[in-house]
């Protein structure tokens, strides 16, 4: 399995760092895109250089599942995203951050799947639902649209209780990419 989790307008993003660490101790094929940072409220547009930089990086990974932690300032940005990805393939995208868990029936409008609330288990759940070859339908707290195009309430799952289980959030680990100012680098800026 492989799977890109998407920041957008933070290097520092902790979800995204965090699911990139648990990923890869389980095995998984992970990479982690920090697309854009930003200062101090000073959010520019993505830049059409700095979608197509995403977009060729999307098909060189050639992702099962891509994730994307999402504010709600970021919206616009991560529809432009999506959009981008489903003209490459079929991938199926899951955003979960603040405006998702706060909005997902808004949030379906644009994503296949909304994660409400922390996503560590969740996670965990597509993990091992993919590796029997099971859908990603019926995990708690990851909501979705029926073939009727109506929403499937998943609920939330409970806060997770045992933090020692998370992983440490990955800082300069392989795989990490960090897109600004119209071009692609390997190195962490926050080493």
């Known amino acids: 399995m492989k799977i890109i989790f998407v920041s957008l307008y933070s290097f520092k993003t902790f979800p995204v760092r965090i699911f990139h660490s648990m990923a890869l101790r389980e095995g998984i094929d992970s990479h982690a895109v920090f697309l854009k940072n930003s200062s101090s409220n000073n959010h520019q547009p993505l830049t059409e250089k ?101 929403i499937v309430d998943q609920g939330q799952r409970i806060l997770i209780q045992d933090l020692d289980k998370i992983p440490f959030p990955s800082f300069g680990d392989s795989q990490m990419y960090f897109i600004e100012n119209n071009s692609l680098a390997g190195d962490d800026p926050e080493l």
Not at 62 to 70: A, E
């Open 50 to 150: 700095e979608i197509k930089l995403f977009a060729d990086l999307v098909k060189k990974i050639n992702p099962d599942l891509i994730g994307i932690s999402l504010l709600a300032p970021y919206v616009v940005a991560a529809r432009r995203l999506i959009n981008e990805i489903k003209k490459i393939n079929k991938i199926p995208v899951i955003v979960g951050g603040k405006y998702p868990t706060y909005a997902p029936h808004l949030a379906l409008d644009f994503a296949d799947f909304v994660c409400k609330g922390e996503g560590e288990l969740v996670l965990l759940e597509i993990i091992k639902r993919f590796e029997k070859g099971l859908d990603f339908k019926n995990i708690q707290g990851l909501w979705h649209r029926d073939e009727n195009n109506h």
